[in-house]
């Protein structure tokens, strides 16, 4: 399967998944921006071959600014590391609803990676472990394995 055609089987997924709609074009035309999305949350969706991806200031800070533009909502980030064998979201702690965002703080106690200055961080497998957390200057984000996120804390 080539990557156009992975990447919109991943968008079609995470909107059943998270009850949300995919974006005509894959947020390429103006106004319309981001891969899926739902009433509180702009998504981009990524998926690579490799076993991590790198997440950089410029495009966090893009999402930020679409999902605001957007009518306010909540940036959010569908990761699927090698061809979706693994898969995360991506969050800024304060963005995670209060259930989810006690459960990760109890149980990443002592497992923050502080990148004060980096300019991008990699998400990948934390063993063990369903969620790490990621301190930037740029936010404090939430790294969850996909399925524990909508096992736990997507709200139907």
Not at 16 to 27: R, W
């Amino acid at each position: 399967m080539n990557l156009k055609k992975a990447s919109q089987k991943q968008e079609k997924k995470v909107a059943k998944e998270l009850n949300a709609n995919t974006v005509v074009a894959s947020g390429a035309m103006w106004g319309s921006k981001g891969d899926v999305r739902n009433d509180e949350y702009l998504i981009e969706c990524k998926m690579t071959q490799r076993p991590f991806y790198s997440l950089t200031k410029s495009v966090w800070e893009k999402i930020q600014k679409e999902a605001l533009k957007d009518g306010m909502r909540i940036p959010m980030m569908c990761i699927d590391l090698e061809n979706g064998k693994k898969q995360f979201i991506v969050m800024l702690i304060d963005d995670l609803p209060p259930k989810a965002k006690t459960v990760v703080e109890c149980d990443t106690e002592g497992l923050f990676e502080i990148h004060p200055f980096q300019i991008s961080f990699r998400i990948k497998e934390t063993k063990g472990y369903y969620a790490n957390v990621v301190e930037t200057s740029w936010g404090t984000f939430a790294i969850m394995d996909k399925q524990e996120y909508l096992h736990y804390f997507k709200e139907v």
